[in-house]
């Protein structure tokens, strides 16, 4: 079975974890803070709070913005659903914007357009979350001039695109936002098994980001309502929660981060070989930005209905029956039954629709073999020339 995408474990990667568990701490150690520094020493933002999943680094970026019942989070309907989820956790209300039909990013002539209906209508979103779909960046210089203009927050949602570059910098550097997120789960680039991260270059929001971290509960004096009585006193200053990252994870993340380039080198490698040999199907290939380079975690192509033999059901059936383990990224997130308890409701955002309906998300990962990628690639061929 070739999965669309996995981890890659080496003997250093081990070594790293099992080093951690034979030292004094699992967690609250000093592999965290190390973990921290050594991404925002790649990314170049200025601080990074380690959590146990981009979900609930997402959660706690809302709250440090002050996300809470009367305002609204608005974020694309073409990614997973913790992009909104975490508006609906603080109480808020959660509106989508249409996507890009060739980068399939949040699209910004659709964001101007919601923005200047909204200002009518009193109800501009406090934040915006875009996502980095498939490893790459939006057009995020149009977004920061539109949170200018209309004075919303953003939330980067780079669960897929660490590693990948926007305009000459690391995508997790904050020059458009207000908080970036990245997920280390096994799938995405590099992996802590369970785990995420809030970067931001703001040291107010590191202070509140690392509160709801843990509880809400600060030890250290400066940040306390009255004086510290001792090294045991702490105090909680805000309903925070237990989503800390462990030293072990943190110890496997650190190791993957010097792999970090070498994962997106090849990933890049592979998508091009896809480029260069699918060009003659009846597939809508990848659309890359000028000004950006993609951290590829999807390889992500459209069957075009009217050309190709099968559809895209069929085309999945058949990949997967072969062995093939292709995945479909993803459902609108507006039209999840959930959502539509909400009142939203298929039909609404008709661009990240139709994208779904002939979406189809490739292998692709490191550990992706040449003669592995040439099958997927000869099965294709077989099913899809006329
Ligand atoms: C994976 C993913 C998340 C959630 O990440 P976890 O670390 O599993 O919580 C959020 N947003 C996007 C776009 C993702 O792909």
Redesign the pocket.
């Known amino acids: 079975m070739i999965p669309y995408g996995r981890q890659d474990i080496n003997k250093a990667d081990i070594a790293a974890v099992i080093e951690v568990l034979q030292s004094d701490w699992l967690t609250q150690g000093p592999v965290v803070p190390r973990f921290e520094r050594a991404i925002v020493d790649k990314v170049g933002s200025k601080y990074a709070v380690a959590v146990n ?4 680094a ?1 959660h706690i970026a809302c709250l440090a913005l002050d996300l809470g019942p009367g305002d609204w989070l608005w974020t694309s309907p073409n ?2 659903v ?2 909104a989820n975490c508006g609906l956790y603080c109480g808020a209300r959660v509106d989508f914007v249409d996507i890009d039909p060739r980068t399939y990013n949040m699209s910004v002539e659709a964001l101007t357009t919601k923005l200047a209906q909204a200002e009518q209508l009193g109800t501009l979103p406090k934040i915006v979350v875009p ?1 980095h779909f498939a490893g790459q960046s939006c057009d995020m210089a149009s977004i920061y001039e539109l949170a200018q203009k209309y004075g919303f927050k953003v939330i980067e ?1 780079a ?2 695109a660490i590693g990948g570059r926007y305009k000459n910098q690391s995508v997790g550097c904050c020059a458009y936002s207000d908080i970036t997120v990245f ?3 096994p799938v ?1 680039i590099i992996t802590t098994g ?3 991260m809030a970067l931001t270059n703001n040291p107010q929001l590191t202070e509140r980001l690392q509160l709801f971290r843990s509880h809400g509960i600060t030890r250290n004096p400066p940040q306390m309502q009255n004086t510290s009585m001792g090294s045991w006193y702490y105090e909680q200053l805000e309903l925070g929660f237990n989503y800390r990252m462990t030293d072990m994870q943190a110890a496997l993340g650190l190791s993957q981060l010097e792999r970090l380039d070498e994962f997106v080198s090849r990933r890049h490698v592979l998508a091009s070989v896809y480029n260069e040999v699918l060009i003659d199907l009846p597939l809508v290939l990848p659309f890359q930005e000028k000004d950006c380079y993609s951290a590829f975690h999807l390889y992500v192509v459209q069957i075009d209905p009217l050309h190709s033999p099968l559809d895209r059901c069929k085309l999945f059936e058949y990949l997967r029956a072969e062995g093939v383990f292709v995945n479909v990224h993803y459902i609108p997130i507006h039209t999840q039954p959930y959502y539509q308890r909400m009142n939203f409701h298929p039909g609404q955002f008709r661009v990240s629709e139709q994208y779904y309906e002939n979406a189809l998300t490739l292998p692709l990962f490191f550990g992706l073999g040449d003669t592995q990628q040439a099958k997927v690639v000869e099965l294709l061929r077989k099913a899809l020339q006329v």
Do not use: I, P
Request: proline share 0%; glycine share 10%; aromatic share 10%.
């Open positions: 999943s981009a979900t609930s997402l990614t997973f913790a992009s996502v949602d669960s897929h997920s280390f789960h995405k369970e785990g995420g």
